[in-house]
Antibody
Framework: EVQLLESGGGLVQPGGSLRLSCAASGFTFSSYAMTWVRQAPGKGLEWVSAVSDSGGDTKYTDSVKGRFTISRDNSKNTLYLQMNSLRAEDTAVYYC????????WGQGTLVTVSS | QSVLTQPPSASGTPGQRVTISCSGSSSNIGSNTVNWYQQLPGTAPKLLIYFNNQRPSGVPDRFSGSKSGTSASLAISGLQSEDEADYYCAVWDDSLNEGVFGGGTKLTVL
């Protein structure tokens, strides 16, 4: 069974940093691209970033380019999202999902950016 | 505003058939395959339809997807109370070079 478990969310001040992690199990992690999707409170889904299976190709939505970095450690079956220069509008539940198609999702981790 | 346009709400009575539309452009729906997701209240999204019209194992055949030109649709037949959820379309956009989601449609079963 595919399992994705996000962690690392919390309350951070504007301008601060957080690193999210997503521990994967139940499938061959190194064979799949991975995606981060976020959902602001009461709002819809927003695609954030994706990384290829090898980690060599990364994509970002414009609003996070230069501030967020997606990476992965295939030896640890773990996906990361380093978030810097956080803004109030980054407040959301962050989900990791398997593949570009997002065929399996984690339960999400809440990031709150507030002073 | 989302690149993909969905109606904010839809409704139907048990047993009815409802459809949810997703309108895009040549750089997204017109060029790539569409996925649909179901998000039940308080839960993570779940893949419902991939490659425009394919159902993952475990998804009832009451759910079907289609695509024509720059638009896609999700149809739910034999509507059930447990279908009450938010539904999102998603696709890769070649111009933006990123994935995009529709704004979501809240389905109410009356």
């Amino acid at each position: 069974e595919v399992q994705l478990l996000e962690s690392g969310g919390g309350l951070v001040q504007p301008g601060g940093s957080l690193r999210l992690s997503c521990a994967a199990s139940g499938f061959t992690f190194s064979s799949y691209a991975m995606t981060w999707v976020r959902q602001a409170p009461g709002k819809g889904l927003e695609w954030v970033s994706a990384v290829s299976d090898s980690g060599g190709d990364t994509k970002y939505t414009d609003s996070v380019k230069g501030r967020f970095t997606i990476s992965r450690d295939n030896s640890k079956n773990t996906l990361y999202l380093q978030m810097n220069s956080l803004r109030a509008e980054d407040t959301a539940v962050y989900y990791c999902a398997r593949d570009y198609a997002c065929d399996s999702w984690g339960q999400g981790t809440l990031v709150t950016v507030s002073s | 505003q989302s690149v993909l346009t969905q109606p904010p709400s839809a409704s139907g009575t048990p047993g009815q058939r409802v459809t949810i539309s997703c309108s895009g452009s040549s750089s997204n729906i017109g060029s790539n395959t569409v996925n649909w997701y179901q998000q039940l209240p308080g839960t993570a999204p779940k893949l419902l339809i991939y490659f425009n019209n394919q159902r993952p194992s475990g998804v009832p055949d009451r759910f079907s997807g289609s695509k024509s030109g720059t638009s896609a649709s999700l149809a739910i037949s034999g509507l059930q109370s447990e279908d009450e959820a938010d539904y999102y379309c998603a696709v890769w956009d070649d111009s933006l070079n990123e994935g995009v989601f529709g704004g979501g449609t809240k389905l109410t079963v009356l």
